[in-house]
């Protein structure tokens, strides 16, 4: 059994998180770091394991996710960004999509 953690954004990822997404971790702190209820005084990510393998989540401040990263089947990093304003929830989210039609991630209960 893996347990999950959580820190503030701004610090060093937990101990916990895997080097490889060290980088992407720090690639959405910057790129997000200009939207409102994300930098050093708010803010949070928090490390799951799902069916072994790591995926991170960064939160705002009101508590809506920022990004989401992780690593697939194949080890390969993936990652999701949204937008932090609402005015930009029509523009398409930037970095490498999870899924190739992701539109609902609870799919799989179907």
Known sequence: MQ??????VGQPPHPGVPELL???VAAAERQLKGGPQ???HGG???LTWLEGRPRVELFDT??????D?????????????????DAELAAPAT????????DDDDDWLS
């Not at 970095?95 to 992701?102: H, L, M, P, S």
């Open 3 to 8: 347990l999950g953690s959580r820190w503030q």
């Open 22 to 24: 060290h980088a992407a």
């Open 38 to 40: 994300v930098g050093h």
């Open 44 to 46: 949070s990510w928090t």
């Open 62 to 67: 009101s508590g809506r996710v920022r990004a």
């Open 69 to 85: 990263i992780g690593i697939d089947a194949d080890g390969t990093v993936i990652e999701r960004a949204f937008p932090a304003h």
């Open 95 to 102: 970095g490498t999509a999870i899924g190739e039609n992701d």
